[in-house]
């Protein structure tokens, strides 16, 4: 199963807007090195499941990765082939709502080298614009 | 010696002013400390830039005011990019201070070869010493961390006087088998749903039927 909530109070969201800057979320905490996004964005969480495992292969059991965002939101879709109206459609997937400066991925254990290498793998499953980040001493 | 920042007095407060000044290319800081007048100031981004290159904690305030002064805090912007605010803390000769240094773990633990990682749990200690003598970074060595073994503050060889302010029982870093990162099976045809709080079993078959 998918990356997706436990339990949800609803079924089905609104789209909303993504709106400012991530004021929360947008430093490196766990590890040393980071991924941040610099656009807004959904990121399913079929991409990030895809990201874990580009990052996996390319670490083979060194270092550790951190996912630090995870799909709250659930995303409607209509069937193809389908009339307008009757409604919204049903859950399709689940996303996570990306504001510009999320780190989404850390990774600590590694040389920078192999965390370069390591992001960029990781960069090219992302929907958005992302950069290569490192821990900010002191 | 202390790095020698040229300071201006701000006399403008205000987010519309504070932004303007930055595109001046100035930050907007602010002295404090020693139960004396705080000062509003504003440094060129360029001179924060290179002391931030030199790795600089105590600096010696020049122009509008002219004291030693600890950075005591930074404010970044969402990027961690650019700098938007700093807080100089005033300080005297000999003041003993304490502040955040990084860990920096040196050496090869030998915990690796028996298949092992360094994990790293905290990246910083808090530390008391003379503000002219803050380190850059205390280096904790592992060369003698095996597998499964752990490294506390309180096993923490620091300089001379410089004294330990984050409590001994804490637990830094130690030396574990890599965890591996649970596999997410993928979804079989329909997209499984989560539980919805507040509603019954039944409800969605009775919904179904009125649609």
């Known amino acids: 199963m998918a990356l997706m909530p436990k339990r949800a109070k609803h079924r089905k969201s609104q789209r909303g807007r993504i709106r400012g800057n991530a004021t929360r979320g947008n430093t490196v905490v766990f590890g040393d090195f980071g991924l941040q996004a610099m656009q807004p964005g959904w990121v399913s969480a079929q991409t990030i499941e895809a990201g874990r ?3 996996s292969q390319y670490l083979r ?8 965002v995870f799909p709250h939101k659930p995303i ?17 997937y689940w996303a996570a709502v990306i504001k510009p400066g999320t780190v989404l991925y850390e990774i ?9 290498m390591c992001m960029a793998r990781l ?16 | 010696m202390a790095e020698v920042l040229k300071v201006a007095a701000r006399e403008t407060t205000g987010k519309q002013h504070i932004k303007r000044l930055r595109i001046a290319g100035l930050v907007p800081a602010v002295l404090y400390g020693h139960g004396e007048q705080n000062v509003n100031l504003a440094v060129a981004d360029d001179d924060l830039a290179a002391m931030l290159r030199r790795h600089a904690r105590v600096v010696e305030l020049k122009g509008a005011v002219n004291e030693k002064a600890l950075v005591r805090d ?9 700098v938007l605010h700093v807080d100089f803390s005033r300080i005297s000769e000999h003041e003993r201070v304490s502040v955040e240094v990084p860990i920096e773990v040196r050496g090869d633990a030998p915990g690796v070869k ?3 990682m360094v994990e790293v749990i905290v990246h910083t200690v808090e530390i008391e010493c003379e503000a002219e003598a803050i380190p850059d970074k205390i280096e904790i060595n592992v060369k003698e961390l095996r597998l499964g073994g752990e490294i506390h503050a309180r096993d923490v060889a620091l300089p001379s006087g410089v004294l330990m302010i984050t409590e001994g029982d804490v637990l830094l870093l130690h030396c574990v088998k890599p965890k591996v990162m649970g596999e997410v099976a993928p979804a079989e045809g329909a997209v499984a749903e989560p539980e919805i709080i507040g509603r019954k079993p039944g409800d969605e078959e009775e919904e179904a039927a009125q649609k």
């Open chain 1, 76 to 92: 409607t879709s209509i069937p193809l082939e389908t009339r307008m109206g009757k409604g919204k459609g049903e859950p399709e």
């Open chain 2, 74 to 82: 930074m404010q970044w912007d969402v990027y961690g990019i650019g």
């Open chain 2, 114 to 116: 028996e298949g092992g």
């Open chain 1, 123 to 138: 960069a090219h499953k992302m929907p958005i614009r992302v950069r290569f980040v490192k821990r900010k001493t002191a």
């Open chain 1, 61 to 68: 059991n060194e270092g550790r990765l951190y996912i630090r």
């Open chain 1, 108 to 116: 600590s254990g590694v040389t920078e080298e192999a965390a370069r």
């Open chain 1, 53 to 55: 495992v580009a990052a």
